[in-house]
Nanobody, 127 residues
Framework: QVELAESGGGLVQPGGSLRLSCTAS????????VAWFRQAPGKEHAFVAA?????????YYADSVKGRFTISRDSAKNTVYLQMNSLQPEETAVYYC???????????????????WGQGTQVTVSS
């Protein structure tokens, strides 16, 4: 069983930055991915970014966040971070981290491929 805990959300002005953290506990396989999704009110989960370990390490980003968001991992702390810069009001949402094992490349952006989810952290971008 894997448990995920997010932190780092809050209120930020447009153009501001936040760093989200996702700490995992429990056993994982050597082939896994940790992703960030966001869900605005009345909408489905939207893929934001993922980091996948399968031999090497690969990072994936939604087109809308490339160049502004950075996903990274601290293996010693079992923690994945999402650094978010130049945030805009339309990015207000609950941000979730999720973990899936033995994902294939084509499913990294698919929320249904992830078996484990955190409780979510609210990010509000407003002046």
């Amino acid at each position: 069983q894997v448990e995920l805990a997010e932190s780092g959300g809050g209120l930020v002005q447009p153009g501001g930055s936040l760093r989200l953290s996702c700490t995992a506990s429990g056993r994982t396989s050597s082939n896994y991915a940790v992703a960030w999704f966001r869900q605005a009110p009345g909408k489905e989960h939207a893929f934001v970014a993922a980091i996948r370990r399968s031999g090497g390490e690969t990072k994936y980003y939604a087109d809308s966040v490339k160049g502004r968001f950075t996903i990274s991992r601290d293996s010693a702390k079992n923690t994945v971070y999402l650094q978010m810069n130049s945030l805009q009001p339309e990015e207000t949402a609950v941000y979730y981290c999720a973990l899936g094992m033995r994902l294939i490349t084509s499913s990294v952006r698919d929320s249904s491929a992830y078996a484990y989810w955190g409780q979510g952290t609210q990010v509000t971008v407003s002046s």
